[in-house]
T-cell receptor
Framework: DAGITQSPRHKVTETGTPVTLRCHQT?????MYWYRQDPGHGLRLIHY???????DKGEVSDGYSVSRSKTEDFLLTLESATSSQTSVYFC????????????FGEGSRLTVL | KNEVEQSPQNLTAQEGEFITINCSYS?????LHWLQQHPGGGIVSLFM???GKKKHGRLIATINIQEKHSSLHITASHPRDSAVYIC???????????FGKGTRLSVIA
C-alpha cells in the first residue's frame, strides 16, 4: 500500500471556525490533490499541487486554501468553515502527474454545525 | 452536461452474474482510470488505460478511444464486489482528473 495518511479522520466543528486537514505521504510523489466527495456529486477537485510551493485551483476551490512547504505534506485549510463544507475529504497522490497511478488517503469526514 | 457519464447509476446483481459498467466521455483524453470504493471505505485504483484492454483477476477493463467509451466487466460476481465504481479521465494536456459520479453495485448471494 502507498504511504499516504490523512488527519484528522473525523472532525466536528462549528460554523466560522478555522479547520486544517493534513495529507502526509512517504512516497516522494510530486503531485498531490485534495478532493471532496458529496452524495450526487461524486469526487470534485478542490486544489492540487505539482511541487513544493506550486499549487493550483480546482473546480470547487472557493472557501479553501492550500499550502505545500514540503514534498510530503499538503495542507487544506478552511479559513472560516460553513455548513456547505460538511463533506468527506480525500487526498490523493501521483508520481507522474495524472498519467501515473493514483493513490488515495482514507478520507477525512468533516461536519460543520 | 458532465464530461464523464457513467451508467448505470445503480446496479443489483445475483452472485455469479457477469457485470458491465459503462463510462462515456466527451473530451479528448490521454488516460482513463477505474476506481473502486467500498462502503465507508477508501478509494482504490483498479486500472489505468490509454488503449485496448487490461485484466486483473475477475476484472476486465476496455477502452475505445475513437468512440470515447470504456467498460469495466466483472466475471463471476461475488458479494465482496459490492462497491461504488468510479470512472475518471485525464484530459489531453495533463490537467487533473475529471470524475464520473460513480456506479453503485450490489451483489446479492
Amino acid at each position: 500500500d502507498a504511504g499516504i495518511t490523512q488527519s484528522p479522520r473525523h472532525k466536528v466543528t462549528e460554523t466560522g471556525t478555522p479547520v486544517t486537514l493534513r495529507c502526509h505521504q512517504t512516497e516522494n510523489h510530486r503531485y498531490m490533490y485534495w478532493y471532496r466527495q458529496d452524495p450526487g456529486h461524486g469526487l470534485r477537485l478542490i486544489h492540487y499541487s505539482y511541487g513544493v510551493k506550486d499549487t493550483d485551483k480546482g473546480e470547487v476551490s472557493d472557501g479553501y486554501s492550500v499550502s505545500r512547504s514540503k514534498t510530503e505534506d499538503f495542507l487544506l485549510t478552511l479559513e472560516s468553515a460553513t455548513s456547505s463544507q460538511t463533506s468527506v475529504y480525500f487526498c490523493a497522490i501521483s508520481g507522474q502527474g495524472a498519467t501515473g497511478e493514483l493513490f488515495f488517503g482514507e478520507g477525512s469526514r468533516l461536519t460543520v454545525l | 452536461k458532465n464530461e464523464v457519464e457513467q451508467s448505470p447509476q445503480n446496479l443489483t446483481a445475483q452472485e455469479g452474474e457477469f457485470i458491465t459498467i459503462n463510462c462515456s466521455y466527451s473530451v479528448g483524453i490521454s488516460a482513463l482510470h477505474w476506481l473502486q470504493q467500498h462502503p465507508g471505505g477508501g478509494i482504490v485504483s483498479l486500472f489505468m488505460l490509454s488503449s485496448g484492454k487490461k485484466k486483473h483477476g475477475r476484472l476486465i477493463a476496455t477502452i475505445n478511444i475513437q468512440e470515447k467509451h470504456s467498460s469495466l466487466h466483472i466475471t463471476a460476481s461475488h458479494p465482496r464486489d459490492s462497491a461504488v465504481y468510479i470512472c475518471a479521465v485525464l484530459k489531453s494536456g495533463n490537467t487533473p482528473l475529471v470524475f464520473g459520479k460513480g456506479t453503485r453495485l450490489s451483489v446479492i448471494a
